[in-house]
């Protein structure tokens, strides 16, 4: 029991930071109707830039202001380059984020190496919070979790109560009659794209110390971001919540608990092969549940666009 | 037209030269990734062989009368059908000598294409000096006359780790943890295989196979093992995946010993800084930090000033050059490598730079029979430590001839 709390924790953990990337992302993915494939990748800048202020002044000034250059970076990238491809369509727009994030990642490896570095949690927050159980749980994490509530609730506000968010929140659904009300709505776009680059930039100031950082970050990470976003619905910011805490919670039980397929087959009736290594089956039966873990969101995603298209929070068809 | 003569007189005269030249020295093909994930891990091999090679061979006037020994780089991207490719390259360009690291399937794919080569053209014949790939099979049932390994392999190893692990009375649980593909099996099995032997007492309280590269939080796994009461955890992992576990375990409340192949290098050292003093262990050949010997020491200040970001990772490497040195000399030739190899097999090398014991290479399967030491993560001062971090190996235990009793299923074809 003590064990299912301590994964509740780590689930929340792990999912709360995959909110921090999805929320950016759903917001710009139906604003502008295009997959940034580079989101991840301004993810991997954060925790790299921060790493690098850091070394001169601390991990509280990077925790400030490695987000900023990166939520400046994504507004110029929108303004100066996805604008300009936007007029050819959606799919110039896909390979030009494509090959940002192949852009980001040689960056990253020409100025920090291939290696990882060694970024770490400051040393005020490298005590145990507390403990159950044997288990530990760090007082990091406690803090990642705060960081990640306090972002939601700020953004539900702003999205919802202020009326900068009404207009976002009106542009995601009709651009051109918010245009022709007579907000910029190019100006919104870039907005949401800063803020949501920011966002992603601040989940990997937060996450590089314990996920490690290193190139290959944004990779591991790249996939399962659009999964969060479909299972959640476009634009949905309680959506994006759901749909990461699902996944980080999907991902933590499955690679906590050592269900094999031999006890599901027996249970449902089929007979164990004498002579595991010589049945064509072998691979189906030694299956443990930690090792199918990793594909059960992509499961998740298939089943929620083929029973709920618009995804579990999603209003609109796409 | 006169000055088309004298060009192509020029060219002549650069060609006899340039012929002149590759026939003083001994050219060494080093196939590994130089591009790609695991450059890094590629490029200060490379490093590591080029200063082995001109300071303690060419600066010391060569092998024979006076030839150099040239290491010539070929990028094989990690990719076993891309090593063929830099394979024949290197054959076509008269290289007699591969030494080839990174990765057991690419050592397994070049040790089987040299030796049908070698089996075919009798007259242009290579030899393969395995540094770092540490299949067991490639010196048992894969094993051929062409093929030597430096390092120890992956049951040596074990045997070593799990030697040490027996003399330890209060060690009641032990966890095997791996990356899910051959490698990692194969230490799950050696471990589980060895400690039954060696300590039945020991109960195996986890073994499993996590996804390789596909893990971006082992904190699960990290609660496992600390639920399960182990008092120390083995595993094979290395890279982003041997970093992610061994912080995860560390930092959610694990105090026992992590004994690991790759804890160690290329980053890791430096992002466990502090954090992996007194629970990350390391099973591998080696010298102490800093080194016994003074030749030693010098050797590691002279790379660090060359190569200040580089580490001295894989001090096999010396041995390489070295005993192919001493080979070269002793069959008086560098171009028959079946007269070489014949030094080679059963050599007895006592001078390594980082090693007051003997080596040899066993006659039987060509496997470098040499001291193992279980190396603990601690403090090491500059320039001695890796990753310019502060942080380094020391010897914790060693093995003397270590694996020298598990049995070969060698048989080998001699030409």
């Not at chain 1, 990642?105 to 145990?128: C, H, I, K, M, S």
């Not at chain 1, 937060?206 to 591991?220: D, E, K, L, S």
């Amino acid at each position: 029991m003590s064990l299912f709390i301590v994964n509740i924790l780590d689930g929340l953990v792990t999912g709360l930071l995959l909110f921090m990337l999805c929320s950016g992302l759903t917001l710009i993915f139906s604003m502008m109707g295009v997959l940034n494939f580079a989101h991840a990748s301004f993810y991997m800048l954060g925790a790299y830039f921060a790493y690098q202020i850091s070394l001169f002044a601390g991990f509280w000034v990077g925790l400030i202001v490695a987000p900023i250059i990166v939520g400046v970076m994504g507004a110029l990238i929108e303004r100066y380059g996805l604008r300009r491809v936007h007029q050819y369509g959606h799919v110039p727009e896909l390979i030009f984020t494509f090959g940002l994030a192949l852009l980001i990642e040689e960056f990253v490896q020409f100025f920090w190496g291939r290696q990882q570095v060694p970024y770490n949690p400051p040393a005020a927050l490298d005590f145990t919070a507390f403990a159950i159980a044997g288990n530990t749980f760090p007082a990091y994490k406690v803090f990642m979790i705060f960081m990640a509530i306090g972002l939601f609730l700020v953004l539900l506000y702003i999205l919802t109560r202020t009326r900068i968010g009404m207009t976002i929140q009106a542009a995601l659904s009709y651009p051109e009659t918010v245009q022709n009300l007579g907000h910029n709505v190019p100006m919104v776009f870039m907005g949401v794209f800063g803020v949501g680059t920011a966002m992603a930039g601040l989940a990997g100031v937060i996450a590089g110390p314990v996920m490690g950082t290193f190139p290959g970050m944004a990779f591991t990470l790249g996939a399962i971001v659009f999964v969060c976003i479909v299972v959640g619905g476009l634009g949905s910011l309680w959506g994006a919540l759901v749909a990461s805490l699902l996944i980080g919670w999907i991902q933590t039980f499955a690679a906590s608990y050592n269900l094999r397929m031999e006890d599901l087959l027996v249970w449902l009736g089929f007979e164990k092969p004498m002579l595991m290594w010589e049945s064509a089956w072998q691979d189906l039966w030694t299956l443990t549940l930690p090792q199918v873990g990793p594909i059960l969101p992509y499961l998740l995603m298939v089943i929620v666009l083929v029973v709920r298209p618009q995804g579990l929070f999603g209003k609109r068809e796409t | 037209m006169k000055s088309l003569k004298k060009f192509a007189l020029g060219m002549a005269v650069a060609g006899l030269a340039a012929t002149a030249a590759s026939a003083e020295t001994v050219k060494i093909a080093y196939i590994d990734p130089l591009s790609g994930p695991f450059a890094a891990t590629g490029t200060n091999g490379l490093h590591q062989y080029e200063f082995a090679a001109d300071k303690l061979v060419n600066e010391k006037g060569g092998v024979l009368d006076g030839q150099m020994f040239e290491i010539v780089p070929f990028d094989n991207k990690i990719s076993p059908k891309e090593s063929l490719i830099q394979l024949q390259v290197a054959i076509d360009q008269g290289i007699r000598y591969v030494v080839q690291g990174n990765s057991s399937g690419v050592a397994n794919a070049l040790t089987d294409a040299i030796a049908k080569h070698n089996n075919r053209n009798p007259d242009d014949r290579v030899l393969f000096l395995n540094y770092s790939a540490v299949d067991p099979a490639l010196t048992n049932e894969k094993c051929n006359f062409w093929h030597f390994r430096f390092d120890a392999h992956a049951d040596m190893k074990m045997d070593a780790l799990t030697d040490v692990m027996a003399e330890n009375e209060d060690l009641e649980k032990v966890y095997v943890i791996g990356q899910d593909y051959s490698f990692g099996k194969a230490v799950a099995s050696a471990a589980v295989r060895m400690l039954a032997a060696k300590r039945p007492d020991v109960e195996i309280v986890g073994n499993e196979l996590h996804p390789i590269g596909k893990v971006q939080d082992f904190t699960p796994y990290a609660r496992k093992i600390v639920s399960s009461g182990a008092d120390a955890m083995i595993t094979g992992n290395w890279g982003s995946d041997m970093l992610g576990l061994g912080k995860a375990v560390i930092e959610n409340g694990f105090s026992g010993p992590i004994y690991t192949y790759y804890g160690a290098a290329d980053g890791i050292t430096a992002a466990f800084g502090e954090t992996g003093v007194g629970s990350l262990k390391l099973v591998a050949e080696g010298g102490n930090n800093p080194p016994s010997k003074e030749a030693a020491q010098d050797y590691i200040r002279a790379f660090k000033e060359k190569y200040p970001d580089g580490n001295i990772s894989q001090a096999r490497i010396t041995n390489v050059i070295e005993m192919l040195a001493m080979a070269v000399n002793e069959a008086g030739t560098a171009t028959d490598v079946v007269a070489v190899a014949n030094a080679l097999e059963g050599m007895e090398f006592t001078d390594s730079l980082w090693s007051d014991n003997p080596m040899v290479m066993r006659a039987d399967d060509h496997q470098l029979i040499q001291e193992v030491h279980i190396y603990g993560h601690v403090p090491v001062e500059a320039p001695f430590d890796f990753d310019n971090s502060g942080y380094g190996l020391k010897y914790e235990n060693s093995i003397v001839n270590a694996g020298a009793d598990l049995p070969t299923t060698c048989e080998m074809e001699r030409p």
